[in-house]
């Protein structure tokens, strides 16, 4: 019963890091990357693997040529507030 459950604590654990470290690659706020885009990243990695063109997951979710993973948020406009909404 609790195995489960150590797996999911563990599993998130290792998302957490290969986050943090890929934020410290990529010199970003760790804030700004997604821990889901982390998760489908790995797949890409191990599909890189066993191609043969990659061997370490955090250099190839932070190489320039992988930026279409989405593993770094995307950076929105700031809208000026709508004057019909404001409450002054």
Do not use: C
Not at 11 to 34: H, K, N, S, T, Y
Not at 44 to 70: C, F
């Amino acid at each position: 019963m609790l195995l489960p459950l150590w797996a999911t604590w563990l599993f998130f654990a290792l998302l957490v890091e290969v986050g943090d470290a890929v934020a410290e690659e990529r010199m970003r706020p760790v804030d700004q990357i997604l821990r889901e885009m982390v998760f489908r990243g790995l797949h890409h990695v191990t599909q890189a693997w066993r191609r043969g063109e990659a061997a370490d997951p955090i250099k190839y979710m932070s190489a320039p040529d992988n930026r279409d993973l989405g593993v770094v948020k995307r950076l929105r406009k700031k809208h000026p507030p709508d004057p019909a909404f404001s409450t002054a």
